[in-house]
């Protein structure tokens, strides 16, 4: 069973791959937020997976609710500030450098 | 530790790393160094250090990160809001490239690397702190603090002033987290 | 009444994620559930004080299975799009608005996760009744709102 | 290997497939809106998939008396408190993204543009 866990973490760790292209090279900054979600979305499976790989699951379990938390946290925390903003810039292009 | 993990992971937060320097536009920097924190914890945990891997989680995804942000939008930095910023190819060109600081790092980061050699191997049961300092906590720690964890025993008991002071930093940052997010006007 | 409910789901959430039955672990327990239901026992429970939502509890758990076989097939079909090689001639993003027959804020609220959590549609907008989804397929356009409002419904709204 | 294992396996392995899936979804679609699906999938189906599959395999030897099986349940009890809070808040998380991404004013892709 050891070998599921492992080949399931590999994979995961190559769609967290695919998934850094966007974080990466995302055209705008919400493309790259959209991304950090998806990573940590994986992360928190993989939290879990690496936790019977080391055969000590409850303990890797608390991380990753505060994983699945924080992945929301961040999310809402970004996009407060764009919504705060939304008088001050008038909803342009956002193209100033 | 397994080493196709740790292989793949390196690669992806060294990938990180690069694109958090490299790319224009300070907010997104910000997002990918949140990435790089999360993939950082992963790398952590993996490793074996749960107790690292909860704190860069909270502090390094959560609180770091809202902090850059709230800083990004109070402050008027010209390249602040590069929402749409592609990375352009001239960015690199106006700055040339600045020989004396790469130099310093590849020596710096030379010399760590051969500092590590002298290092004991990850999980040597013969190496000098494992033979030393962790044989007393084991057969000391519960008859002494009384508690069953060992982990916790070190650091709430045998390092008390340290983890103290680290929590009064990490309650600051929340307080202050609270202070800024509520600000009305920003 | 609101507060008992909401202290007891506090006590099971403690004892769920601590572990630890010993007398020292359950008092710290039970007296920080108090605290946070002190403080805060008008979140969960607002101005409805009887015991309605047990029976909205049962029959929500109806709707969840059906939900995530809808979830299943949805993701299925945007998964045959992102792999085909030709996918820009398959999607054809659109806005759909509809109002929606549903009374309670809460089975509104219920029908807006419910399409978010539905690949293919996004709740863009919810004011008053009149909900904005962005779809990505006419297909999934044309399921709009359907089934799953008769369903929310039947569950939340005793029709 | 018995037929839990089985079940554990290929809900684990189609976990990961939606999480690849949802991957390359938000590296092909052509507009942030469309990426915004794809990453869907990834927290509704393949999340719920992968951690069904682990709190199945945690209590694969369940027994009444044993106080450590107990434990083991628990775990899995808390295992579906993440599938549970992942399903309320990623929709809350989406629909953030979304209403900041029409603030800013990105323009959706639109199938007429591409014709004319």
């Not at chain 1, 900054?29 to 979600?37: A, E, H, S």
């Not at chain 2, 710096?108 to 004991?120: C, N, Q, R, S, V």
């Not at chain 3, 001639?89 to 399409?115: K, M, Y």
Request: aromatic share 12%; net charge neutral.
């Amino acid at each position: 069973m050891n070998t599921v866990f492992l080949i399931a973490a590999l994979g995961l760790l190559v769609s967290t791959a695919i998934a850094m292209v966007r974080v990466v090279g995302g055209p705008t900054v919400l493309d790259r937020i959209v991304g950090v979600n998806v990573v940590g979305a994986q992360t928190t499976i993989l939290l879990i997976l690496i936790g019977y790989l080391f055969d000590n699951i409850s303990m890797f379990l608390d991380i990753a609710i505060a994983y699945a938390m924080l992945n929301f946290i961040l999310a809402i925390g970004v996009t407060k500030f764009f919504l705060r903003r939304k008088s001050a810039r008038g909803g342009g292009g956002g193209e100033e450098h | 530790m397994i080493w196709q993990l740790d292989l793949f992971l390196l690669t992806l937060v060294v990938v990180c790393a690069l694109a958090t320097i490299t790319v224009r536009g300070l907010l997104s920097a910000t997002i990918i160094f949140a990435a790089y924190s999360f993939l950082m914890c992963l790398l952590w945990a993996e490793m074996g250090a749960v107790d690292v891997a909860f704190t860069e989680a909270v502090v390094g995804a959560g609180v770091s990160t809202i902090f850059f942000i709230a800083t990004l939008f109070r402050s008027t930095t010209r390249s602040r809001l590069l929402i749409r910023g592609v990375d352009d190819p001239h960015h690199f060109k106006d700055q040339g490239w600045k020989m004396l600081p790469l130099m310093l790092s590849v020596v710096t980061g030379m010399l760590l690397f051969f500092g590590m050699a002298d290092f004991p191997a990850w999980g040597d049961p013969e190496s000098r702190p494992n033979t030393h300092v962790s044989s007393y906590y084991i057969e000391n720690a519960v008859r002494e603090t009384q508690v069953p964890n060992l982990v916790t025993a070190v650091l709430g008991d045998y390092r008390g002033y340290d983890t103290m002071f680290e929590l009064v930093v990490i309650y600051c940052a929340g307080v202050s987290v609270v202070s800024i997010l509520k600000q009305e006007n920003l | 009444m609101a507060r008992l409910v909401t202290f007891f789901i506090m006590l099971f959430f403690w004892v769920l994620i601590s572990g630890m039955f010993d007398a020292f672990h359950m008092t710290v327990g039970a007296l920080c559930c108090l605290l946070v239901t002190i403080f805060s026992h008008d979140l969960l429970f607002y101005g409805r004080p009887d015991l309605s939502w047990l029976r909205d509890i049962g029959k929500i758990m109806g709707y969840f299975p059906w939900l995530f076989c809808q979830i299943f097939l949805a993701s299925l079909e945007i998964a045959y799009i992102a792999l085909h090689p030709r996918m820009l001639d398959i999607i054809d993003p659109r806005l759909v608005r509809f109002r929606t027959r549903l009374r309670n804020t809460l089975s509104r609220v219920t029908l807006a996760q419910s399409i978010t959590l539905t690949p293919g549609t996004i709740t863009v907008n919810m004011a008053g009744n009149e909900f904005t989804v962005y779809a990505l397929t006419q297909h999934a356009a044309e399921g709009l709102p359907g089934e799953m409002e008769e369903r929310i419904a039947r569950a939340l709204e005793g029709d | 290997m018995s037929i839990l294992s089985v079940i554990v396996a290929v809900l684990l392995l189609l976990g990961v497939f939606f999480f690849i899936i949802g991957a390359v979804g938000i590296v092909r679609f052509p507009d942030f809106y469309s990426r915004l699906h794809a990453a869907g999938k990834c927290d509704a189906l393949a999340t719920a998939l992968s951690l069904m599959a682990i709190a199945l395999f945690n209590i694969r030897d369940f027994d009444w008396a044993l106080f450590q099986s107990w434990d083991n349940l628990r775990v899995s009890l808390k295992i579906v408190l993440i599938i549970l809070f992942v399903y309320v808040a990623s929709p809350a998380a989406t629909h953030a993204i979304t209403k900041a991404a029409f603030i800013v004013g990105i323009e959706p892709w639109e199938k007429r543009k591409r014709n004319r």
